[in-house]
């Protein structure tokens, strides 16, 4: 069975609005994978590392509480 990255990539960059702590940090407790993409596409820092969390981009917490708001609240 084939995926959509890019949809799956979306739906990860809005769950990380639920581990958001000092202002653009948050747990990357998410695929490797997908996690990598979002990196490759300039949305969040570099994944790879000790530290458990990861920064949002300025462009990476935009996107992120827009799709959030988009799929999540009613």
């Not at 639920?18 to 969040?44: P, S, V």
Request: hydrophobic share 40%; no cysteine.
């Amino acid at each position: 069975m084939s995926h959509d990255t890019d949809k799956i990539d979306k739906a990860v960059l809005a769950l990380l609005q639920l581990g958001l702590h000092d202002e653009n940090r948050t747990w990357k407790t998410f695929d490797w994978e997908a996690m990598n993409r979002l990196y490759e596409k300039g949305l969040i820092s570099n994944p790879v590392g000790k530290a458990k969390s990861i920064q949002l981009t300025e462009r990476g917490m935009v996107e992120s509480r827009r799709i959030f708001t988009e799929l999540f609240e009613v």
